[in-house]
């Protein structure tokens, strides 16, 4: 049983270009979580998708960040116009339900964004 | 907002000797507390969830406590393979929206 899928695993940008992360949640999970690791610093809520709906983005920044998952496809975080404050690491977790009362996510391995 | 505050940053272990790292946590209604592992250049991997002071969970050599102020991971006669990075957060929804804390990295000697 495949665990949550991201790529690419590692990205080079330059300042002004996009990047695209993508991420196949766990087989049987609707629920899709992106957080962000920033260096010297803890993981960051970005945003919570379910299929084909955004339920909260309070995490997202208001410019230049995106993020869908559409009914058929990976979940995509995209980025406009990427700055060097946007290296990171982007995680992508996934749930089968929404509710906590088993706590689990599975996060994936990440992409980690570097931007020249 | 939300807040997670863990100590010690860093600690260091002889294979053996037993510790405890701390999570301090304010949040507008705890909804469950967490803790996770995270090894260098992967994803954090789930360990415990805690929703009430007084529950306890214990999973091989670790062990995880609650009160309405913070929560203990107590690691009992560590290995090198316990080395890590532990995260601790909380959620005040009902969804995955957690709140982290910056880590503990533990270094486990033989």
């Known amino acids: 049983n495949a665990g949550v899928m991201q790529n690419p695993r590692h990205l080079v940008r330059r300042r002004g270009q996009e990047a695209r992360l993508r991420c196949s949640p766990m087989k049987g999970h609707s629920h899709v979580y992106w957080y962000r690791q920033l260096p010297e610093e803890g993981l960051k809520f970005m945003v919570y998708l379910q299929k084909e709906n955004i339920i909260d983005e309070s995490g997202m920044p208001k410019e230049r960040f995106s993020a869908e998952f559409p009914k058929e496809g990976p979940s995509i975080l995209r980025i406009q116009q990427v700055v060097r404050g946007d290296s990171a690491a982007y995680f992508c977790?996934?749930?089968?339900?929404?509710?906590?009362?088993?706590?689990?996510?599975?996060f994936g391995e990440g992409s980690r964004l570097t931007v020249l | 907002e939300d807040q997670v505050t863990q100590s010690p940053e860093a600690l260091r272990l002889q294979e053996g000797e037993s510790s405890s790292l701390n999570c301090s946590y304010t949040v507008s209604g705890l909804r469950g507390l967490f803790w996770y592992r995270q090894d260098p250049g992967k994803g954090p991997e789930f360990l415990f969830t805690l929703y009430s002071a007084g529950e306890e969970k214990e999973k091989e050599r670790l062990k995880a406590t609650l009160t309405k102020k913070e929560s203990f991971l107590h690691i009992t006669a560590p290995k090198p393979e316990d080395s890590a990075t532990y995260l601790c957060?909380?959620?005040?929804?009902?969804?995955?929206?957690?709140?982290f804390g910056q880590g503990t990295i533990l270094t486990v000697h033989p």
């Open positions: 957060a909380v959620s005040s929804t009902s969804y995955g929206k957690l709140t």
């Open positions: 977790a996934s749930s089968r339900e929404a509710g906590l009362h088993t706590g689990e996510l599975f």
